[in-house]
């Protein structure tokens, strides 16, 4: 099993090593999340204010935040499904800020590379269509979350 992961770190701040490490972690949870071969997810490492940008035009929210999913897979209203494309799907777009990745690792006491990669996988279960709207989506995602970080030995300490 293999994920197809594009990373571009924008802001050229993040270490090679931690890219590789986002990227070695969402193999990771592909595996453990049945995540069809070959499936492709890009993930983009920006600034506060590129992040702030995207929050506002896409979500209406003019102030920056830690990480933004775009599913490609999901269907929306009116739309029609493509059938007998038989290729791996497009799962979407990650974009994290490194800034508030390294604020908040400040801020919760731990490493840039656990925020990050909490970030990443964060990203990652949106999409494959895990939600936090109502509290019980929330319980879902962030134990599986947890479970996944864990297991994978990035730890909050």
């Not at 739309?79 to 908040?104: C, F, H, N, W, Y």
């Not at 936090?132 to 990035?154: A, N």
């Amino acid at each position: 099993m293999s994920l197809l992961i594009d990373i571009v770190d924008e802001t050229n701040s993040v270490s090679a090593d931690a890219l590789q490490e986002v990227e070695k972690l969402l193999q990771f949870a592909a595996e453990k999340e049945g995540v069809q071969d070959q499936a492709e997810v890009s993930v983009t490492i920006v600034t506060n204010e590129e992040i702030r940008e995207i929050n506002r035009d896409y979500r209406g929210k003019d102030t920056p935040t830690d990480v933004i999913s775009f599913a490609l897979e999901e269907e929306g209203e009116d739309e029609v499904e493509i059938v007998g494309a038989d290729m791996p799907p497009v799962l979407g777009d990650i974009i994290i800020s490194a800034d508030r990745t390294k604020e908040q690792a400040e801020e919760y006491g731990h490493s840039f590379m656990r925020e990050l990669g909490f970030l990443a996988v964060h990203g990652f279960l949106h999409l494959l269509g895990y939600d936090h709207m109502t509290k019980e989506e929330e319980e879902e995602m962030f134990s599986k979350q947890k479970d996944l970080l864990d297991e994978y030995g990035l730890t909050r300490s």
